[in-house]
């Protein structure tokens, strides 16, 4: 158990403000299910996301990428409607933290960018922030949501070595996986 050095409501020990705004954000308009998993229970604790890095995450990840954010920013965040998601420049720098990704995803920004409180599940914002955090490509110094162990091993995004395990089997299956990623057959 993480030792959290202040408490706030929603069961949160982390802040959590609208980036754009700055209020705090209202967790309790979350979607009803996914919002105690346990890694979104780490994630309102720690503020760092269990999820990036974790393989297992990523085929969930990128089609929940594919489905609510490429339309905007292009199917590898390299930009389109909304910003490149994958260099290290931030319109918002609070967006190098989990917290501010979350927040952003969560609450929304500005104009088009609107908030996916009501169609990702706390849970799926982190899978989906796992995926944004793996399509990265710029240098590691400016990549502070990695950990040390993950800034070692960091290699940028690039799309002919990318090999993306095709069933996930371990922290993000199959429970997460909600029917309507599933094609109907
Ligand atoms: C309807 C179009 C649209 C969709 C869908 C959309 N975005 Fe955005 N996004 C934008 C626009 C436009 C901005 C710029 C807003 C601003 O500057 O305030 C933005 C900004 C952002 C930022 C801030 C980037 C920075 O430089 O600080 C992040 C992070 C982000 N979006 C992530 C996502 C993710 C993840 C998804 C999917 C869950 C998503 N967006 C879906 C249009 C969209």
Same mark, same amino acid.
């Given at each position: 158990?993480?030792?959290?050095?202040?408490? @706030?409501?929603?069961?949160?020990?982390?802040? &959590?403000?609208?980036?754009?705004?700055?209020?705090?954000?209202?967790?309790?308009?979350?979607?009803?299910?996914?919002?105690?998993?346990?890694?979104?229970?780490?994630? &309102?604790?720690?503020?760092?996301?269990?999820?990036?890095?974790?393989?297992?995450?990523?085929?969930?990840?990128? $089609?929940?990428? %594919?489905?609510?954010? $490429?339309?905007?920013?292009?199917?590898?965040?390299?930009? /389109?409607?909304?910003?490149?998601?994958?260099?290290?420049?931030?319109?918002?720098?609070?967006?190098?933290?989990?917290?501010? &990704?979350? @927040?952003?995803?969560?609450?929304?920004?500005?104009? !088009? !960018?609107?908030?996916?409180? +009501?169609? &990702?599940?706390?849970? +799926?914002? %982190?899978?989906? !922030?796992?995926?944004?955090?793996? %399509?990265? $490509?710029?240098?590691?110094?400016?990549?502070?949501?990695?950990?040390?162990?993950?800034?070692?091993?960091? @290699?940028?995004? /690039? %799309? +002919?070595?990318?090999?993306?395990?095709? /069933?996930?089997?371990?922290?993000?299956?199959?429970?997460?996986?909600?029917?309507?990623? +599933?094609? @109907? /057959?």
């Amino acid at each position: 158990m993480n030792c959290a050095a202040h408490a @706030a409501g929603s069961g949160a020990t982390i802040d &959590l403000h609208n980036t754009v705004t700055g209020e705090p954000l209202k967790l309790d308009e979350a979607l009803a299910n996914g919002h105690d998993t346990p890694a979104v229970k780490q994630f &309102l604790s720690t503020g760092h996301n269990p999820y990036n890095e974790v393989k297992s995450c990523f085929p969930s990840g990128k $089609s929940l990428f %594919l489905t609510a954010c $490429s339309g905007c920013h292009g199917e590898y965040a390299e930009g /389109k409607l909304g910003p490149n998601l994958g260099d290290n420049y931030w319109t918002y720098p609070i967006n190098t933290t989990d917290e501010g &990704l979350f @927040a952003t995803i969560f609450g929304g920004a500005n104009g !088009m !960018m609107g908030p996916h409180n +009501e169609d &990702l599940t706390l849970d +799926e914002i %982190l899978q989906v !922030m796992a995926w944004v955090r793996h %399509l990265y $490509s710029g240098p590691v110094q400016d990549a502070p949501w990695f950990t040390e162990e993950q800034k070692k091993n960091y @290699a940028p995004y /690039k %799309l +002919e070595t990318d090999a993306v395990v095709a /069933k996930a089997d371990g922290l993000c299956a199959p429970s997460n996986e909600s029917a309507r990623h +599933e094609p @109907a /057959k």
